[in-house]
């Protein structure tokens, strides 16, 4: 079975710190790793995948299989990066439909 | 420009009266999904479509059906409402299985 794990329901920093959101996974296979992002009022949208290795809005997301884990980080926290994050996973191996972490409320305070 | 449409916004139905809520994509997307999302949890799978293949989730109630009559429309029916569906519906499309999913704004249901 697949499960996502994200231990921290809220997560409180001053704007300009670094911010860490913790996911960690499990799946015994090689999944694919999302982050999504919902804003006040807002729908739910994608922020980025690892398989892209992009970075979007400043944030970075690196897969370590070795801890299955796929934090999602930012050096600058902005007012503006005050959400919803929830991290999920698709594996390969159980439909491809994608399982979603309990999520994790970031407020960045002036 | 939306391209996951979800209507109603917000939707008050009573306690037991079937309530159907809606959702178009004009992505031309394979595959449409159906959560339920409750307060201050993540979305759960409801059921979803891969083309014209209907798949249930296990756990999900038996109140609970869809349709999809073409490729841009997708229908949430709740037979019998009760207390405990009133959540916000979300609905979703990708182009494949393992594509990442695009989202509506959800419709938020409440059973009075």
């Known amino acids: 079975a697949q499960r996502v794990t994200q231990p921290e329901k809220l997560l409180s920093v001053f704007k300009g710190a670094p911010v860490e959101l913790k996911c960690n996974y499990s799946?015994?296979?090689?999944?694919?790793l999302f982050w999504y992002v919902q804003y006040s009022r807002q729908r739910l949208q994608l922020l980025l995948r690892?398989?892209s290795r992009e970075s979007i809005k400043g944030f970075t997301a690196d897969l370590n299989k070795g801890e299955t884990s796929f934090h999602l980080k930012k050096p600058f926290a902005q007012e503006e990066d005050s959400a919803m994050y929830y991290c999920?996973?698709?594996?390969?191996?159980?439909?491809?439909?994608?399982?979603f972490g309990g999520g994790t409320r970031l407020m960045v305070k002036p | 420009d939306a391209m996951v449409i979800q209507n109603p916004r917000y939707q008050v139905t009573q306690f037991g009266k079937p309530v159907t809520l809606s959702c178009s994509q004009t992505?031309?997307?394979?595959?449409m999904y159906w959560y339920q999302q409750k307060s201050s949890q993540a979305p759960k799978l409801l059921f979803h479509?891969?083309?014209?293949?209907?798949?249930n989730e296990a756990d999900t109630p038996d109140n609970f059906q869809s349709r999809r009559p073409n490729t841009s429309f997708c229908f949430l029916d709740i037979r019998s409402p009760g207390l405990g569906d009133a959540a916000m519906y979300l609905c979703a499309t990708s182009r494949d299985g393992g594509d990442p999913q695009h989202f509506g704004d959800g419709t938020r249901l409440s059973i009075l």
């Open positions: 799946y015994s296979g090689s999944p694919e």
């Open positions: 479509y891969y083309d014209k293949d209907f798949n």
């Open positions: 992505l031309n997307h394979n595959v």
């Open positions: 999920a996973l698709i594996g390969f191996n159980a439909g491809n439909m994608l399982t």
């Open positions: 690892h398989i």
